[in-house]
Structure formats: structure tokens, C-alpha cells
């Protein structure tokens, strides 16, 4: 098992994580680059995710950055005792059986920083390979809605996972 290290993001960070590009169909997960991009990698929600090298090689967050705005009328940001979350993983390393690992770690840094114990995410419907990866640490396919990403409908899938008790 590798070791990751989460640290408060950095803008040169975020300049980096802008700089990512996924091939198709993954390209929805694409950033801009823009200073309000930046910026919002910026906020206190964000966390960059360094290797034992000290290289990073993705991101978390949680909150209301890792929100899409069709889960709000899907009705699927309205229990208090989950905490959503998102992350990435610089596309270099996509596809590489890195995935489980990374996505382990990060939840035991999100149930130590927030003293949770219940997680959800969002992933797009056709991201099969991610949620193979989300089901084989635990996560359940919750609820299917749509949300526009770059001006096209998307389905998407909400999913939960409840650590075990500590």
C-alpha cells in the first residue's frame, strides 16, 4: 500500500490540477483554468494529494464543492449526516489500479478531519471504471438524476459508504 498525504491546496497546486487533461469520454472532469477555477480550488474544502515523493497526484474535497447542482432537486444533498465528497486523480495515473488505494486513504483523512462516519459522491453514470473502484471500498449506487455539465445533459449516480466503527 502506497502512502498519500493530504495538505490544504496551494495555488500552485491548483495551477497544476488545471492543467490535467482526460481523454474522452473522461474530459467532463476537464478544469478550466480560469482564476474563478483557481479560486475555488483555493477555498478551504480542498485538499491536494501528495505521494510519498512529495508529487502530487490528485485532490479531495468535500462539502458543497463536491456538490452537482441536478442533486439538489434529486433531493440527494438533504441528510445532514453525510458528507459529500469529490476527488481526482492526475490522469497519468487513471486506469493503473491506483484508485482503491487513493480512495481508502482519502476516506480515512475525511472521517479524521470531519469526524464523520457517512460519505457520499456523485460520478457520471458512464465512468464505469471509477465506480467499480467506489464499489469495491464499499460505496452503494444511491440515486440516478441529470445535471448539465458543459451544456449537456449528464446522468449521473449518487453513492454512500458508512465507515466502520473506530
Partial sequence: MLSYYFRPMTKEYASQICSWKYDEPYSIYNLDGSDETINELMSDEYYCTLNSKNTLIGFICSGNSARVPGGYPAGIYNNDKLVDIGLGLDPDLTGKGKGVDFLSHALRFLNTHHNAQQFQLVVATFN???????????FKKEVHFTSMINGQETEFVSMTYVCEER
Fill in 128 to 138: 464505469e471504471r471509477a465506480i467499480n473502484v467506489y464499489e469495491r471500498v464499499g
